[in-house]
Structures are given as structure tokens and as C-alpha cells.
């Protein structure tokens, strides 16, 4: 299984970005994406997620501002950020919570290679 990402780059604040992922393989069913963050000096966190039935869950300091969304037929995953802030900057990686044709009856989790978000003030 492979996660692959797109869509980083450079915004000034108060600006949008869109990423995407796709997953592609052997891939029986995903439970779950998402996006997580990792800036500078910092742990990587959780951004935002949804589930295979639509439910999602985000981190505080983006919600209002990121909507992420799913094609489940595409296996893709997306997020909306808006209304940037410098904060923001970090690179973003991709997360998927698959079953796989291989091992059906386990959850593994798969990430892609990450994408640098950077928003300048």
C-alpha cells in the first residue's frame, strides 16, 4: 500500500491551500485518513481524520478554518486549509488506516512522504 500526497507549497497567511492523498495497492478497505503535522522542533499531531462512514474529527487549532473530505471510490483523501496562519507551517503527512487484500482481519496504518506546507506573515 502506498499513500501519495500533493498539494504543499507556499501561502501567505490568510490564504488556502488544498492537499490530497491517494492510496493505492492491495487494498481491501480503509477504516480511516487523515493528516498530521510535524513543524520544526515540535511532535508530530493530529490535524484532522474521517472515518469510512464520514465521521471526522479535528484538531482544535484548525477547526472553522480546514474541511478534509474523502472520495471513498477514488481512495483519496483531502484538505481544504483556509484563512492560513504562520502556525500553520509544518509538513503534513498523510494517514491511512487500511485492510489489505493480504491480511483482511487487521487495521494496519500506512504513511505517505509528507508534503511542507510553509505560510509566511
Known amino acids: 500500500v502506498q499513500l501519495q500526497a500533493s498539494g504543499g507549497g507556499l501561502a501567505q497567511a490568510g490564504g488556502s491551500l488544498r492537499l490530497s492523498c491517494a492510496a493505492s495497492?492491495?487494498?481491501?478497505?480503509?477504516?480511516?485518513m487523515g493528516w498530521f503535522r510535524q513543524a520544526p522542533g515540535k511532535q508530530r499531531e493530529l490535524v484532522a481524520v474521517i472515518a469510512s462512514g464520514g465521521g471526522t474529527n479535528a484538531a482544535n487549532s484548525v477547526q472553522g478554518r480546514f474541511i478534509i473530505s474523502r472520495d471513498n471510490a477514488k481512495n483519496t483523501v483531502y484538505l481544504q486549509m483556509n484563512s492560513l496562519e504562520p502556525e500553520d507551517t509544518a509538513v503534513y503527512y498523510c494517514?491511512?488506516?487500511?485492510?489489505?487484500?493480504?491480511?483482511?482481519?487487521?487495521?494496519?496504518?500506512?504513511w505517505g512522504q509528507g508534503t511542507l506546507v510553509t505560510v509566511s506573515s
Open positions: 495497492g492491495s487494498i481491501r478497505s480503509i477504516a480511516a
Open positions: 494517514y491511512g488506516a487500511i485492510r489489505t487484500w493480504s491480511d483482511p482481519r487487521r487495521v494496519m496504518e500506512y
